[in-house]
Nanobody
């Protein structure tokens, strides 16, 4: 089982910046893809950015050039650096980690979610 702890959300003015972090812990053998999703009130959850174990990144068009996803494989941590924030970025942000764990002599594939952190962009 993998536990994810998110931090870094808050209230910021338009044009400001925030940095989200998500730390994974548990019997982790390897982490494959790490993703950030967001869900605004009344909207479906959407993928914001992802990063593979080799560092390949993908972003939704609306955040390209403003957000940067990064990870530290040794620390099992992923970050989302958000800049030039807009009111439409307001949402609960969730990290999602796909990993392989090794426990009781067995490898298991896992797909885990963080608890979510609120990001509010408002003047």
């Amino acid at each position: 089982q993998v536990q994810l702890v998110e931090s870094g959300g808050g209230l910021v003015q338009p044009g400001g910046s925030l940095r989200l972090s998500c730390a994974a812990s548990g019997s982790i053998f390897s982490i494959n893809v790490m993703r950030w999703y967001r869900q605004a009130p009344g909207k479906e959850r959407e993928l914001v950015a992802e990063i593979t174990s080799t560092g390949k990144t993908v972003y939704v068009d609306s955040v390209k050039g403003r957000f940067t996803i990064s990870r530290d494989n040794a620390k099992n941590t992923v970050w989302l650096q958000m800049g030039s924030l807009k009111p439409e970025d307001t949402a609960v942000y969730y990290c999602n980690v796909k990993s392989t764990t090794y426990r009781d002599s067995r490898y298991r594939l896992n797909d885990d979610w963080g608890q979510g952190t609120q990001v509010t962009v408002s003047s």
